[in-house]
């Protein structure tokens, strides 16, 4: 008998929502991801959980009701993480004419079958707030709804639910070999130590590592494909709204401005054709320009690239002819152990192509019924529109508190916030502290409940704290991570 029913090669999005499904549904499953969950493209999205306006523009209406089917289910199974936002798109004379704009989102409105979140409406900004920012010749705009995710929370939490569900989680673990009989034998370099294991499936979530994964692992001809980066600036606040604005640069394309982490505001996306490391991808001076433009053409604050605090940037492979739905390749000839690779795709739809993706395996097993559509993610049992009464509880709990850490600190964990803060009654009960918001407790559960290892897994995945966090303290904060392993 085989030590697994599923290996996955690959701790992103993709990956870690294939182990929370196929755990979910009774299988035995270990998933290799050779640095940390969500390190790669999974970290580098566009945080939007969205219908997509540009997939409407080209007529994809099937596919734009389904994305915001999942926007709901999104909402309910993670209300912590998710959160709706009224988007704004200032008409530019230049560009797609207002009525274009008003009778697509009217589209857009019918198009999410479930009501719920505010219609689409027409602003005049020069009375409006959302007209504060922006330069004066913009005299209307559009508002629609749409949601913004913590991207990496969402990779981590879905692999925290897997390990709910039995599956095992292995970081720093690099596959290096997959040899294919009527079951699976990998070779997995695991923190050093070499492991060899059997599975019954194997599941290839390796984004832009798929070609050299397919080449070196599994030794077979490697799908055809390009790899693109997608790359985003971080600057600092550039409005004080809560709203995410929506640009249409001089190329057509949508360009978003949203809050990030409260004092920042994030720029995107440009893309490009990417080659290389995926684990170096870096953006040039042209791509800072590119989106220091967009920006420039409606905020009256001007962005410069010595503005920019942060890149973000990740690569991952489309395969040709391109696909932008991401791709589900699935094979089990002449009787021996299934694959099943999952390429590319959004976060909006990977809960639910993942779900697809996991369903090839049902000829194979007994599994139980889909469920990952119904069931939260960790720390996500509460209603969407109660995020401000968690935030108002965990205050009156934890008196301690600000509005923005409280904020932050359920928008992270949700209802699982009594794990990290336990019966704190002052924030001296919660250990060191690093910068103004980490502190020892929430290292320490990080470290034993979402697999961060190093500085980085929590700076800049399991939080975006890195963004204020004092060089020194970042030094405390390894040597305290050291010390606590
Ligand atoms: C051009 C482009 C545009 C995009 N636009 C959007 C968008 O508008 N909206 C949106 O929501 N999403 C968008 N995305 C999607 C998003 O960036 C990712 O595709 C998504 O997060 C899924 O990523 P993944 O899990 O496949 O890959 P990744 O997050 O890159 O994960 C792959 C993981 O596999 C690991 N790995 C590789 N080889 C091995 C090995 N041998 N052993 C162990 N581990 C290994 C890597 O370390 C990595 O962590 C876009 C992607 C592309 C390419």
Request: hydrophobic share 45%; aromatic share 8%; glycine share 8%.
């Amino acid at each position: 008998m085989a030590d697994y029913d599923l290996a996955i090669i690959g701790g992103g999005l993709n990956g870690a929502s294939m182990a929370r499904d196929a755990a979910g549904r009774g299988l035995r499953v270990i998933l290799l991801e050779q640095g940390d969950l969500g390190a790669a493209a999974s970290s580098a999205t566009p945080r939007m959980i969205h219908g997509d306006l540009s997939v409407l523009e080209r007529r994809g209406f099937l596919r734009v009701r389904a994305a915001l089917a999942e926007r709901n289910t999104w909402l309910k199974i993670a209300p912590h993480l998710v959160r709706p936002m009224r988007f704004a798109i200032p008409a530019h004379s230049g560009e797609r004419p207002p009525w274009l704009l008003r009778s697509a989102l009217l589209l857009y409105d019918r198009l999410a079958s479930q009501p719920g979140l505010p219609a689409s409406a027409t602003v005049d900004v020069t009375h409006h707030p959302i007209g504060n920012a922006l330069k004066r010749p913009f005299g209307t705009a559009f508002e629609y709804s749409d949601c913004m995710v913590d991207d990496s929370r969402l990779v981590v939490l879905s692999a925290v639910d897997a390990a709910v569900h039995g599956a095992e989680i292995c970081t720093g673990a690099r596959c290096v070999r997959a040899d294919r009989g009527d079951i699976w034998r990998l070779v997995v370099i695991d923190r050093g130590r070499r492991r060899v294991f059997t599975a019954r499936a194997l599941a290839v979530a390796a984004g832009a590592w798929s070609l050299t994964v397919a080449e070196n692992v599994l030794r077979q001809p490697p799908p055809r494909a390009a790899a693109t980066q997608v790359n985003q600036i971080v600057v600092r606040r550039l409005f004080e709204t809560d709203n995410v604005y929506v640009f249409q640069h001089s190329d057509r394309r949508l360009i978003f401005a949203s809050p990030y982490e409260r004092d920042f505001t994030l720029i995107g996306t440009a893309s490009r054709a990417f080659k290389g490391d995926p684990a170096i991808v870096a953006m040039d001076a042209s791509d800072i320009a590119y989106l220091c433009d967009a920006a420039n053409r409606y905020f009256r604050e001007r962005v410069e690239p010595s503005d920019v605090v942060r890149t973000v940037s990740g690569a991952n492979l489309v395969l040709q002819p391109a696909d932008r739905d991401g791709s589900i390749m699935f094979n089990a000839r002449g009787g021996k152990a299934p694959m099943v690779t999952m390429l590319g795709g959004d976060v909006t739809t990977s809960r639910l192509r993942a779900e697809r993706a996991v369903s090839h395996l049902t000829p194979f097993y007994a599994m139980s019924p889909r469920w990952t559509a119904t069931a939260p993610l960790p720390g996500g049992d509460f209603a969407w529109d109660r995020f401000d009464q968690e935030v108002d509880s965990a205050r009156e709990r934890w008196r301690f508190l600000t509005e923005p850490q409280a904020q932050r600190l359920v928008g992270a964990y949700g209802s699982r916030l009594a794990d990290v803060l336990g019966d704190a009654r002052d924030r001296t009960d919660l250990g060191p502290g690093f910068g103004p918001e980490l502190t020892g407790a929430e290292v320490r559960y990080l470290m034993s409940h979402e697999w961060a290892r190093f500085p980085d897994d929590i700076l800049w995945r399991r939080s975006k704290l890195g963004l204020t966090l004092p060089s020194q303290d970042k030094e405390a904060l390894a040597a305290f991570m050291a010390a606590s392993r």
